[in-house]
C-alpha cells in the first residue's frame, strides 16, 4: 500500500472488511444476467429462498443497471452488487443505481484507481500473477479469480497464495456442484461464485422452483 496517503489506506481497510463480510455472508454468489425485464423480483426471491443473499448482478444485458435499481429498492434486505464493470462510466453508473459492491472481470489500473476514492468496495477480477500485482501496488487483497476453472482452479489458489498471502479470493467462472467444496477449503477462498444455479431453461419457463432447489442444494454442500 505504499502509493496510498494514509486517508485512501484507511479507506481501502474499512472496504476489505466490508467485503469479508459480504463474501463471508454469500459463501455462494449467484452472478445474475437479466434478459427480461419481468424476471428480476421472482428470480432474485427464488435464490433468496433458496438461502442466496448476496447477488452479483451483471450489466451484461440491457436490464443491469434497472435490476440493481428495483433489488436496492424492493429487497432492500438483500445485498446487491454490479458484475461485469469495465471502465470508469459503468462504475459510476452501478454505483448511482445503489451496488453495494462492484466486481470486474479483469483489472486495468485506471478502473481500479477509479475506485479507490468511492466508499463502494470493488473485487477485481484477476486471473494471474501479474493482474494481482496491478491490485497490490493500488492497495488491494480481496479478487475475483476469472475464470477460475481456466485460470488453473484450486491449483492456482494454491500456487498464488505463496507470493499473495494477504490475499482472498472469490473463484468464478466453471465453478459448480461437483468442484465447489475443492474450493471452498482452500484458505485463500471467501466465498465463490457461479451462474449454475440460473439454468436459462428455467428461467425461460419461470421455473423458480428449480432456482430455489438448485441454490439450496448448493448451500447444503458446505455444511
Ligand atoms: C462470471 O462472469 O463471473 C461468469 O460468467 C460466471 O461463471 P459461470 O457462468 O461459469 O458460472
Known amino acids: 500500500m505504499t502509493t496510498l496517503d494514509s486517508g485512501l489506506q484507511q479507506r481501502m481497510a474499512d472496504k476489505i472488511k466490508l467485503l469479508d463480510s459480504i463474501c463471508a455472508r454469500a459463501r ?7 434478459a427480461r425485464e419481468e424476471d428480476i423480483l421472482p428470480l432474485a426471491d427464488a435464490l433468496a429462498a433458496g438461502g442466496l443473499t448476496v447477488l452479483e448482478v451483471t450489466l451484461r444485458s440491457a436490464f443491469g443497471l434497472t435490476a440493481i435499481r428495483r433489488l436496492r429498492e424492493e429487497r432492500p434486505e438483500l445485498c446487491i452488487g454490479a458484475g461485469t464493470v469495465l471502465d470508469r462510466q459503468m462504475l459510476a453508473a452501478a454505483e448511482e443505481a445503489g451496488a453495494q459492491f462492484i466486481v470486474t472481470p479483469g483489472s486495468t489500473t485506471e478502473l481500479l484507481k477509479a475506485s479507490l ?4 468496495p470493488m473485487l477485481p477480477g484477476t486471473s494471474s500473477a501479474s493482474d494481482i500485482m496491478i491490485g497490490y501496488a493500488l492497495g488491494y487483497r480481496r479478487f475475483k479469480l476469472f475464470p477460475a476453472e481456466l485460470s488453473g482452479g ?5 500456487a498464488l497464495g505463496g507470493p499473495f498471502g494477504e490475499a482472498r479470493f472469490c473463484p ?5 456442484t461437483e468442484n465447489l467444496t475443492r ?5 485463500n477462498v471467501m466465498c465463490v461464485g457461479g451462474s449454475w444455479m440460473l439454468d436459462s431453461q428455467w428461467i425461460k419457463n419461470g421455473d423458480w422452483a428449480k432456482v430455489q432447489q438448485c441454490s439450496a442444494e448448493a448451500l447444503k454442500l458446505l455444511d
Open 28 to 34: 455462494i454468489m449467484p452472478v445474475i444476467t437479466i
Open 117 to 120: 476514492d468511492s466508499p463502494v
Open 154 to 158: 484450486v491449483a492456482a489458489l494454491k
Open 172 to 176: 468464478t467462472g466453471g465453478v459448480n
Open 183 to 187: 474450493y471452498m477449503a482452500q484458505p
